[in-house]
């Protein structure tokens, strides 16, 4: 089985892409836009904020 370890640089891509993920989901949401873009940009910054959360991440030497 192999570990899965995020780089700090990846874990904080990950972050900031969540981040706006969640201000699009929130833009769509006050718009009362298409339903399909909320699940879009929810599934996403759900995602990246999962594997942040979830995966740890690598400490430097």
């Given at each position: 089985m192999?570990d899965?370890?995020l ?23 006050v ?11 929810g599934l ?7 594997l ?10």
């Open positions: 192999a899965f370890i780089t700090p640089l990846t874990a904080t891509v990950l972050f900031v892409l969540a981040c706006l993920a969640g201000y699009q989901y929130r833009r769509v949401w718009k009362e836009g298409p339903r399909w873009k909320l699940w879009l940009f996403v910054a759900g995602a990246c904020l999962a942040v959360a979830f995966i740890p991440v690598s400490t430097i030497n």
